[in-house]
């Protein structure tokens, strides 16, 4: 009863590539021709074995270049850590939202020279609009808020756990995506936001075990340059594309720093008194500076305050030099380092006072954060904090006779029913197989189903930490 | 002190279009220009009203067509759902895993004629790569599967839960992304994995109130139509596009399927064969007609005898007439629809045992299913079955007086420290206010923050259901 060669299809031999290593691994894949033939009603018989022919292809067992999978473990980690992110969130009251991640590409489009806009990974649908993967979450929480106007009361405190995206030609071992978490309050004006907002990402460090010895949280406010700006008669226009020019300060060459705060209509007097106000670290020094009057050095010192209040002053400094990447912050920005200064930032925020109003919405007092999930990772990595987060599946099922695989689906079900997890082993498998299978998974408890219990409507249940074995009714199973 | 006219830019009146209507709504958004000029250290002074002019845009407040925003009111609901999902799930001893929404286009392109591949949301990166928002998890599934080779020991058990993408130029109250739940077994041949697959599919439904009268599953086998069509020595290169024609069967003519039919070499006489054998609702009669020989039946039977151990017979129905849209099943496919027959398939899957070889992989045989988050939905609302999740933050804590509002986050910090949830008013609100707020959030206690009271390290706290208020220590609090 051999095949129909008509129905044979040969599946071609494929050559592997891989990205990572360019080079082809030349995997022949072994494939199924063991023509599994089956008799059918008239003694003909048919093929099932070769693959259909015309959607054969070779294809690249990797995620695209810049993004991950997520198989179990790494799974895992996401959840625990995404875990902690809306425990958090929820500790603070806040309320959780989500947005598309595919968004009309001119939300978020600013011309102030940020590498978020050059990483825009952007392009044109069927229907021949301009769209992204956004890069970012605080736009798209801009135009909801817009939409929702004032249906909501405020204040708002949402946050957000969501995937972004940007392309970047080079890489520097960093991916084209991570998941955010953000934090944001819409309509406190008072300072009393950003200080509430530094304290959950600081509940969030203590609960995964992260100290003041491990991460500080450098502070300054952007009416700093502002007020520094003024007395040089620098146009508005300027103030967001200066911003942006200093957040690379450290990134490219002072010489540079300085040229293109030049082409923004700085004079050098300007970029020389703003160079040195960068420069400081004490907010007493930038008091002389600027004198008490200005609500940069008020805003400034009534965070420091509040910081003592909520039990996180040892967590905090002020530094002038932080501005930020992002061109729509107005007031207070911060931005949480690794004190060993090996890692890029792990998070960063601020207040954006007047992003609404460049949607064309009213403009309402706000503040936020983001906070990726790459760099947290690599810091519990450096500091031996990444838990172990196994899988456990409490109880395994196994019959023991063929005959028996529904009377181990009966016994699953009523455990299920009880609110046990089972793993259910769906084939006849040798006990020794069964074994190695419930120590993967960490299972408590090996229940099985043997044919002269089963008729006295019993089960065989070990738990598998002390060997005990017992012979438990159904009735008394959960 | 006015603010230097040089620094004040007016904002551009805008108008703004939603698509939904596509009328100008002509909002005439009243802007903040009531220059909150702030006097700095020189005396000068400088406005922080108006927004950066050279980011100012008019924007759609809507999201992109076809996409959906998460407001917190329908977020609970996904949560609610997607908690619903991973219980089940994890109840059956499946672990999540997840992939990039982004993957190469040639992942999907499938030849069969599928709708899906019609209707991807594909486009070129930056860097000339093909790729396209994923319109469903198998693919991915399959190449991780292949991707982890031998390092993963069989059976694989997993789940996931991701939004996928279909582009649609025609709109027909269909949207344009869906998060869909899937499970997997990878690596059991037999149609134990279906029954587990389906009994899994049934404990969801019956955790949320869905019951047998509401909901059935046709089920059916691919291997019946095979079984049909070597009868009639049809090339096996024609057997996925039959299958994808079939299963228009109610969507278009039956003259046009039959057209259809003929296109992939299809006679007569098999058609009419085939036709006729697809309008079974009886396993009996399949197997007068098929003989029980063949898989076909000998796996159907099987299954609905296994369904009887689970205890879900009630659920199920042989249905010859399902086929499922998507190319690569092989074996046994099945689909949950609304006993009322007003709303699409709820979930549909099957065995795809051929997958892996389609992409240069060993095939191992598998089984899955995907049950998106939008018809459920609607039948849940059908029913009146759809929760009422409302917002809940334990505590509200308020000072009373500005000057404490550092005293409030003291006690907000102490709460939370105990796991409380807390929402903290961060301005000076009258009482009346921060009762509706307390309303609002379902808040079970209010914490007032008095001068007097402070002193001597307590608060009041009041119970809001009852009414009741005790003064308490700052030391008895949690």
């Known amino acids: 009863m051999a095949a129909a060669p008509s129905l044979l299809i040969l599946h071609p031999r494929l050559t592997l590539f ?19 033939t089956t008799p059918n009603a008239t003694g003909r018989s048919i093929s099932l074995s070769s693959p259909p022919s015309d959607y054969t292809q070779k294809i690249d067992v990797n995620p695209p270049k810049g993004t991950r999978d997520f198989p179990p473990e790494d799974m895992r980690l996401r959840n625990w850590l995404f875990h902690h992110f809306r ?40 229907g021949n609009r301009r769209v ?11 135009r909801l808020v817009i939409q929702k106007g004032k249906s909501v009361p405020l204040p708002i405190k949402w946050f957000a756990i969501g995937q972004c995206w940007r392309y970047e030609r080079m890489t520097r071992g960093r991916r084209r995506e991570h998941y955010q978490w953000n934090m944001d309050i819409i309509g406190v004006p008072d300072v009393t936001g950003e200080a509430e907002l530094i304290s959950s990402i600081v509940t969030f460090f203590k609960r995964i075990g992260i100290t003041a010895r491990d991460v500080g949280f450098k502070i300054s406010s952007r009416k700093v340059l502002q007020e520094v700006l003024s007395l040089y008669s620098v146009p508005e226009t300027s103030f967001a594309k200066a911003c942006i020019i200093i957040d690379k300060m450290g990134k490219i060459p002072m010489e540079e720093i300085k040229k ?14 703003l160079l040195q106000v960068l420069s400081m670290k004490s907010l007493t020094e930038l008091e002389e500076k600027l004198g008490d009057a200005g609500e940069a050095v008020r805003e400034l010192k009534q965070l420091f305050s509040l910081a003592e209040k909520f039990g996180y002053s040892e967590w905090i400094q002020f530094d002038a ?34 992003l609404l109003s460049t949607f064309g919405g009213d403009d309402i007092p706000a503040c936020g954060f983001g906070f990726g999930d790459a760099v947290i990772i690599e810091l519990l990595k450096e500091r031996q904090l990444l838990p172990e987060v196994p899988v456990e599946v409490e109880n395994i099922v196994c019959s023991l006779d063929p005959d028996l695989q529904g009377a181990a689906a009966t016994v699953a079900t009523l455990l299920r029913g009880k609110g ?35 008729e006295r409507g019993m089960v065989n249940v070990k738990i598998l930490s002390t060997g005990e074995q017992n012979q438990i009714s159904l009735d008394d199973l959960h």
């Open 87 to 126: 425990q958090v969130s929820e500790l603070f009251g806040f309320e959780e939202v989500d947005y598309p991640v595919l968004e009309s590409e001119s939300l978020f489009i600013r011309k102030a020279g940020e590498e978020i806009r050059d990483q825009l990974y952007c392009f044109e649908d069927k």
């Open 321 to 354: 030099s932080v501005v930020r990447g992002l061109a729509y912050y107005t007031g207070i920005v911060f931005e949480g380092f690794d004190r060993e200064g090996k890692l890029r930032a792990i998070c960063g925020g601020g207040r954006y006072d007047r």
């Open 260 to 273: 293109e705060l030049k082409l923004v209509e700085l004079s050098d007097d300007a970029i020389e008194d």
């Open 132 to 142: 992204a993967l956004r890069p970012e979450l605080t736009p798209s929480l801009a």
């Open 420 to 454: 046990q997890c089972v793993d259910l082993v769906l084939e006849s498998k040798p006990l020794k197989w069964v074994f190695k299978r419930a120590a993967r998974i960490n299972a408590r408890r090996l229940i099985l189903v043997g044919k002269s219990e089963w």
């Open 18 to 36: 891989t990205t990572t290593t360019l080079r082809p691994l030349s995997l022949l894949f072994p494939h199924h021709f063991s023509s599994t």
